[in-house]
């Protein structure tokens, strides 16, 4: 560099093209364009906010649920906590195919019935 080995470069002094990825398969950077100029997104990014919003609203309705567990009774926890896991079940199937068709390296986490009660445990004993 200090001999000057990189001053004739071509392009130099002239803006970088960031409109392509070289490092992208050109069938999907070309699919991503076209998905973009037509305000298209991808599957994997419709269903990746799904989940986002399916799993916020899950843990909203395992909090409620969680603090009436002891005022309304067994009975009424019980029935409750059967219905969200099923609702856990079908976020779940959600994230494997997500995972199936999500790119290398943006992969998520399912969730555990056992996890989230410890989340709420935790809250619980922090208030």
């Known amino acids: 560099m200090e001999e ?6 071509p392009g130099k002094g002239k803006p970088l093209d960031l409109n392509t ?3 992208a398969d050109p069938a999907e950077d070309t699919l991503y364009r076209i998905l973009s100029r037509n ?3 991808p599957e ?5 906010k799904e989940i986002r919003s399916n799993v916020v609203d ?6 409620k649920a969680w603090t009436h567990k002891d005022s309304v009774g067994d009975s009424k926890w019980i ?16 994230v ?16 555990k019935w056992e996890k989230e009660i410890d989340r709420l445990k935790e809250e619980s004993a922090g208030s």
């Open 96 to 111: 494997f195919r997500y995972n199936l068709i999500v790119p290398f390296g943006r992969e998520m986490f399912g969730l």
């Open 58 to 63: 899950w843990r909203s309705a395992l909090k």
């Open 44 to 48: 994997w990014v419709e269903l990746n």
């Open 21 to 23: 990825n070289p490092h």
């Open 4 to 9: 000057g080995q990189f001053e004739n470069l």
């Open 79 to 94: 029935e409750a906590s059967e219905s969200l896991k099923l609702q856990m079940r079908d976020i779940n199937n959600k």
């Open 39 to 41: 305000k298209c997104a």
